[in-house]
């Protein structure tokens, strides 16, 4: 199990240490021992060029998820994908939910490697599947005494859902707006 972290913004500063234990708690907990993760830290310019590339969404967002076990395989079945998580929308996240940095980012790789579990929240079935994954993945987190247990959307009550089918808490700003 490895996790290659990298933070590729130059003026928010991050514990990278704390982020990668937690990628590897994440693969443990979701038992994917074998498996390799990449996590990139990225500012708001990097992660809407990619969303726009990939999702023909031309705006920041705050994770993006890449499998490396969807479509044609490429003979590299021990890694599972590519978490990409905008530092300067997480840093805004965090100041409106009233948490810190770290654990938003923690969030939002929490958020990812759900996706790259092959699990959605977009339509009602696929939410109800999102759910029970999450509380699955929170259970072993906490059952192995995992430093951070994510809230992840089964636990966030004031929360509605963007234009772009993200939830986000009540006074967090949308996607359309940063």
């Known amino acids: 199990m490895s996790v290659a972290l990298d933070v590729e913004h130059s003026s928010i500063q991050v514990d990278a240490a704390r982020h990668e234990m937690f990628g590897e708690a994440l693969l443990d907990a979701a038992g994917e021992t074998g498996s390799e993760l990449s996590v990139a830290l990225v500012g708001d310019e990097a992660i809407h060029q990619l969303n726009r590339d990939f999702r023909g969404v031309?705006?920041?967002?705050?994770?993006?998820?890449?499998?490396?076990?969807?479509?044609?395989?490429?003979?590299?079945?021990?890694?599972?994908?590519?978490?990409?998580?905008?530092?300067?929308?997480?840093?805004?996240?965090?100041?409106?939910?009233?948490?810190?940095?770290?654990?938003?980012?923690?969030?939002?790789?929490?958020?990812?490697?759900?996706?790259?579990?092959?699990?959605?929240?977009?339509?009602?079935?696929?939410?109800?599947?999102?759910?029970?994954?999450?509380?699955?993945?929170?259970?072993?987190?906490?059952?192995?005494?995992a430093a951070y247990i994510p809230a992840g959307l089964a636990l966030m009550e004031t929360e509605h859902v963007s234009e772009g089918g993200r939830p986000v808490r009540e006074g967090a700003p949308s996607k359309s707006n940063g």
């Open 58 to 145: 031309d705006a920041p967002t705050d994770v993006l998820s890449f499998s490396m076990r969807e479509g044609e395989s490429i003979g590299q079945a021990d890694v599972l994908g590519d978490i990409v998580v905008s530092l300067d929308t997480a840093a805004r996240q965090a100041r409106a939910a009233g948490r810190t940095l770290s654990d938003e980012i923690d969030e939002l790789l929490f958020h990812g490697m759900i996706h790259l579990l092959g699990h959605d929240h977009y339509e009602d079935d696929a939410r109800r599947r999102w759910l029970e994954a999450e509380r699955r993945l929170i259970a072993e987190l906490k059952r192995a005494g």
